[in-house]
């Protein structure tokens, strides 16, 4: 099986102009469960920009009211490839 697609994720910036990571599933609420033992963390994607910028929309507005520096995070959607085998 292989597949190569084009998704959106979402960058964390933790300080103003430099890009700090990919946000992966770690950041979902509630944290997915592992569906099998030694699975590993995997990228948060969605299928749509429309879908990333909500999803970045709504964490930005839970640290803007923050005090401390996790309220200076931003978030943007930036666009991914997911590439399997020989596709």
Same mark, same amino acid.
């Given at each position: %099986?292989?597949w190569?697609?084009l998704?959106?994720?979402v960058?964390?910036?933790?300080k103003k102009g430099?890009?700090? @990571?990919l @946000?992966?599933?770690a950041? %979902?609420?509630?944290p997915p ?6 699975e *590993?963390?995997r990228g948060?994607?969605f %299928?749509?920009?429309?879908q990333?910028r909500?999803?970045c #929309?709504e #964490? ?7 005090s401390d520096?996790c ?5 943007? *959607?930036?666009r991914?490839?997911?590439k399997?085998?020989?596709?």
């Amino acid at each position: %099986m292989a597949w190569n697609r084009l998704l959106w994720g979402v960058e964390l910036f933790a300080k103003k102009g430099e890009a700090f @990571c990919l @946000c992966g599933t770690a950041w %979902m609420s509630p944290p997915p469960q592992s569906a099998y033992d030694g699975e *590993p963390t995997r990228g948060l994607l969605f %299928m749509t920009r429309k879908q990333a910028r909500e999803w970045c #929309k709504e #964490k930005q507005a839970g640290y803007a009211e923050r005090s401390d520096e996790c309220a200076k995070w931003r978030f943007r *959607p930036v666009r991914v490839r997911e590439k399997v085998g020989k596709a």
